[in-house]
């Protein structure tokens, strides 16, 4: 990381080019949305999803989107209700720094500030996949699958167990 800390900034007439630039690995685009798709779909689903910016001083350094509050599988059970992180994209040149870890942390706390009190993920498994991160941050899995995507979860809040 730089010297500064990394915070959270919305997405403003000031930065969005700059956030539709952010790239992942070409080996990781299979894992993760365009900055442009998770954004259109941010407009089209309103309060229930919550992209931010990771900042790290000027620099843009990454993209997350929360999804608050939705029905997971309403055909099920329309009762479940979940909350969770549903992009992250951690520009290729700022990997490895951190900046993935906080983005999860933040989200921890919104979503817990929110009332919470699990933080639901999915991720695409396989090699290139971000399953070891998510597993090194405390996520476990549910033993679901979405739309072929690994559901991981973390207990959040009071009484929730904590990632590492
Ligand atoms: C997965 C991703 C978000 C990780 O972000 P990052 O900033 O590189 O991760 P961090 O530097 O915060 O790493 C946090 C910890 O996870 C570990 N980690 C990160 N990526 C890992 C991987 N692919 N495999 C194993 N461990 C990994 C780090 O070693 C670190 O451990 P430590 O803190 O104990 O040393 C980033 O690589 C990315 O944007 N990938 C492409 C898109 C993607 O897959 N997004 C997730 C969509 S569900």
Redesign the pocket.
């Known amino acids: 990381m730089n010297s500064t800390s990394p915070r959270l900034e919305a997405v403003t007439p000031a930065n969005v080019d700059a956030a539709l630039a952010l790239r992942?690995?070409p080996h990781?685009?299979e894992?993760?949305a365009p900055v442009a798709h998770s954004l259109a779909e941010a407009y089209a689903h309103g309060e229930t999803a919550w992209p931010r910016l990771v900042f790290d001083g000027e620099e843009l350094?990454?993209f997350l989107m929360a999804f608050v509050d939705i029905q997971w599988n309403p055909a099920k059970d329309p009762a479940d209700r979940r909350s969770g992180?549903?992009?992250?994209?951690?520009?290729?040149e700022?990997?490895?720094?951190?900046?993935?870890?906080?983005?999860?942390d933040a989200v921890r706390e919104e979503l817990a500030r929110r009332g919470a009190r699990e933080m639901y993920?999915?991720?695409?498994p396989g090699e290139?996949?971000?399953?070891?991160?998510?597993?090194?941050?405390g996520f476990e899995e549910t033993g679901e699958t979405s739309g072929g995507?690994t559901v991981g979860v973390l207990g959040i809040g009071p009484g929730g167990a904590q990632g590492?």
């Open positions: 992942v690995h990781q685009t894992n993760v350094v990454g992180l549903w992009r992250l994209n951690i520009g290729a700022h990997q490895g720094k951190g900046y993935g870890r906080f983005a999860v993920v999915s991720w695409e290139h996949g971000p399953g070891d991160f998510y597993r090194r941050l995507q590492a």
